[in-house]
């Protein structure tokens, strides 16, 4: 008996030393983020939708009367004499937003230094023909599209204090496809 336990001690020790080096050699990933959670919105353009209404810092669809920081809605443009509901990107109310172009989404970690001088003064700047709008409509193929798809947008939460990164990836038949992360 006393022969098998010194057999099983060795292997026992060899074991412990593989596991040890197994764990010890693990790629530890600061920033869980960097590829992001990725969203794909309900139809916002269907008949009786009230729009996609997002928070960030729950990562889920709310109702239009929580708090939310990113919107997707059927806002009224006027084109001459007409008025048409063009599919827009709202900003919520509690939010700073900078767009970057710079900066491939996967590789921003951390809040630009800048960011507090980028941030849009006029939150309709990413709404439909705004100077930074997220989703534009082209009257030759009469088909909306997100418009420079690799921009990274920085939103900053007034609320906690937190700060996310989101990219568009795609808009097609009234659904939106984005991903973000915190920084």
Same mark, same amino acid.
């Given at each position: 008996? &006393?022969? =098998?336990?010194?057999?099983? &001690?060795?292997?026992?020790?060899?074991?412990?030393?593989?596991?040890?080096?197994?764990?010890?050699?693990?790629? @530890?990933?600061? =920033?869980?983020?960097?590829?992001?959670?990725?969203?794909?919105?309900?139809?916002? !353009?269907?008949?009786?939708? $009230?729009?996609? #209404?997002?928070?960030?810092? $729950?990562?889920?669809?709310? !109702?239009?009367?929580?708090?939310?920081?990113?919107?997707?809605?059927?806002?009224?443009?006027?084109?001459?004499?007409?008025?048409?509901?063009?599919?827009?990107?709202?900003?919520?109310?509690?939010?700073?937003?900078?767009?970057?172009?710079?900066?491939?989404?996967?590789?921003?970690?951390?809040?630009?230094?800048?960011?507090?001088?980028?941030?849009?003064?006029?939150? $309709?700047?990413?709404?439909?023909?705004?100077?930074?709008?997220?989703?534009?409509?082209?009257?030759?193929?009469?088909?909306?599209?997100? &418009?420079?798809?690799?921009?990274?947008?920085?939103?900053?939460?007034?609320?906690?204090? &937190?700060?996310? @990164?989101?990219?568009?990836?795609? #808009?097609? $038949?009234?659904?939106?496809?984005?991903? #973000?992360?915190?920084?």
């Amino acid at each position: 008996m &006393k022969g =098998n336990f010194l057999m099983s &001690k060795p292997l026992l020790s060899v074991i412990m030393i593989s596991y040890l080096l197994l764990i010890g050699c693990e790629d @530890k990933e600061t =920033n869980n983020n960097q590829a992001g959670e990725e969203v794909i919105t309900h139809d916002i !353009d269907a008949i009786g939708a $009230s729009g996609f #209404y997002f928070n960030l810092s $729950s990562g889920t669809e709310v !109702d239009s009367s929580s708090t939310w920081h990113v919107s997707f809605q059927m806002i009224p443009v006027e084109f001459g004499e007409a008025t048409y509901m063009m599919p827009s990107l709202i900003l919520g109310a509690t939010t700073y937003t900078a767009e970057y172009t710079d900066i491939l989404f996967e590789d921003m970690e951390d809040t630009p230094d800048s960011f507090m001088s980028d941030y849009f003064q006029d939150a $309709s700047a990413v709404q439909y023909s705004g100077s930074n709008e997220v989703l534009q409509y082209d009257m030759q193929s009469h088909t909306v599209s997100v &418009k420079d798809p690799e921009r990274v947008f920085v939103v900053y939460e007034l609320g906690n204090h &937190k700060t996310y @990164k989101i990219q568009f990836n795609e #808009y097609v $038949s009234g659904v939106i496809v984005f991903q #973000y992360g915190s920084l």
